[in-house]
């Protein structure tokens, strides 16, 4: 921390780099679960294509097997058949470069606020030439004050943005979010929101968000994909061409939420 | 004592609000604690002993009394000036009951000679054999600490690494786990007779003995933390690009650490009982054998002077280990009852 390193060494986690993100490929991808020996079909032939520094957003019930692509794209789980392509490249791992950000928070209790930022750079043994990124990616959640606290002392909200610095810190390519603000109360998330798009404009990279909350989708994804029911399948693509910052109010948006609506067969709702 | 009050409060403070200070009530709690040692000291020392009795180190026991009652009234002045030392007013009623307590026993033996002898020493008796058999306790203190701690830390490391193991890796869990179920629970001291002829001295025997009685529950239970880890902590580090030695040092083995304090507490419970059977029965030194020596000389005043320093020793370690766990799972404060 005291030594600062010459500029060509220091990599902030963020930077206005347009080609920072990474493409994405999804291409028939099934996969099934087996419970007690039967099987369990959850995905049904995806496809989808993500461009360079895009955010799309998956939208679909609850269960229908949206945190299941996540953990294939995450390299978490292998897919039972189809192929998923990083930059061209079939995933066959975890990798650093692609960091989820899960519903939970799970910050490991025992460490502060700070080692949990660390704890990417640590793993892969960068912690001391990458330091100061931690401080960086602190201070672009929010969270410069409270480097020493441990995850119980934090608000839920608080807890989330050290999520969010722990997976930024890694300066990913593609940020995997599944429902990242899903246990936040309205307010924090409305503020989270706001914050979370103003990030991926900052940084440049490749965003794919996973929720059940149709207004949350409209407001930060440029491209919506609508899931069935189990077994997921691609049920509608709703294109969100509306500049950013977004307004809730907008009527235009109003109008694409219909058209979800409609999709996800809840117009009478309306 | 009223006066001692007045004086300290004739600050600027008033002295209805002193008194309600916790220094006030410290100095209080901590002058009634040294008033009814004062007392004990004064009732050993003033009140003679049963006629024909013989206790050579009444008026010893009547000093040392008296000393505490200075000591305790010394920290209770203290306390005013420092914070640190105001935990006296907590202690209070305990020091103050022991007071009783003690002079209760003085009274039934030394003084009226109530309870039959050689059973029933009175305290000066048990200090006689303190100071006297000094030496001897000394060394068998070394003995038993050494054999204890020897054992305690090879079956602590061993279990641990074994629990990690079994948690950790599939092929571990199926060739050590229905070991561990078989011979486990097999309490360690059905091992004591074979364990003297196998190994080629008694002290190897009973470090091998307390090893054993140390590292069962803390392979079960390091192991159980090291299962009983969430999931999702591995799904993030290894999304963060974590290999296996991190996921086991960095992840496993800290999420599991509060399960492997268990172990560790029950460890150094079973070990006492181990170590004390193993000198009873073979190891020819330490606390254990003092015991079964002074009760094959019916010197029951030695008995309770070894049985009051075992306690101190056992009190003593299983204190160090709690500050030990506090120190490591200091994190912990916030998320369960401390």
Known sequence: MVVAPAPSERAPPVSNDPVRGTTLTIRDVSHRFDLEGQPLPVLDRISFRIGRGEFVALLGPSGCGKSTLLRLVAGLDSPSAGSLLVEGEEIEGPDPSRVVVFQDPTLYPWRTVWSNVALGLEARGQLRTHRERIEDALRLVGLTGFANAYPHQLSGGMSQRAALARALVNDPKLLILDEPLGQLDSLTRITMQGELVSLWQRAGFTALLVTHDVEEALFLAGRVIVLSERPAHIKAEIVNTRPYPRHRGDPHLAELRHQVFAHLGLEATW | ?338
């Open chain 2, 1 to 338: 004592m009223s006066s001692v009050v007045d004086e300290v409060s004739s600050g600027p403070k008033p002295a209805l609000g002193f008194l309600a200070s916790p220094a006030a009530r410290s100095l209080i709690g901590g002058l009634a604690a040294a008033a009814a040692w004062l007392a004990v000291a004064v009732l050993i020392g003033y009140w003679p002993d049963k006629p024909d009795s013989d206790w050579a180190y009444t008026d010893n026991l009547a000093a040392l009394c008296g000393a505490l009652a200075v000591a305790l009234a010394l920290a209770a002045f203290a306390g005013v000036w420092f914070a640190g030392l105001q935990s006296v007013r907590r202690l209070a009623p305990w020091l103050i009951a022991l007071a009783l307590l003690f002079a209760a026993w003085e009274t039934v033996t030394a003084k009226l000679g109530l309870l039959p002898l050689p059973f029933f020493p009175p305290p000066q008796a048990i200090l006689e054999v303190v100071i006297d058999d000094r030496a001897r306790l000394g060394a068998c203190i070394f003995a038993s600490f050494r054999l204890l701690a020897t054992g305690y830390f090879l079956g602590a490391a061993v279990g641990f690494v074994t629990g990690v193991a079994i948690g950790w890796s599939r092929l571990a869990n199926y060739w050590i786990h229905p070991v561990l179920r078989f011979v486990g629970p097999l309490p360690a001291t059905a091992w004591l007779p074979l364990a003297f002829f196998i190994f080629p001295s008694s002290f190897s025997a009973s470090i091998f003995l307390i090893a054993l009685a140390t590292g069962f529950p803390v392979t079960v239970l390091t192991w159980s933390g090291v299962a009983g880890v969430n999931s999702a902590y591995y799904d993030i580090a290894r999304t963060l690009g974590a290999g296996q030695r991190f996921l086991v040092l960095k992840v496993a083995i800290p999420a599991a650490m509060p399960h492997v304090f268990v172990g560790l507490f029950m460890g150094l419970g079973t070990s006492f009982a181990v170590l004390v059977v193993a000198e009873m029965l073979g190891v020819k030194a330490g606390l254990g054998w003092y015991l079964q020596w002074a009760q094959g000389w019916a010197a029951y005043a030695n008995m309770y002077a070894a049985l009051l320093i075992m306690a101190l020793l056992c009190s003593g370690l299983i204190t160090v280990l709690f500050r030990l766990r506090d120190r490591l799972l200091s994190w912990q404060k916030g998320l369960v009852r401390w």
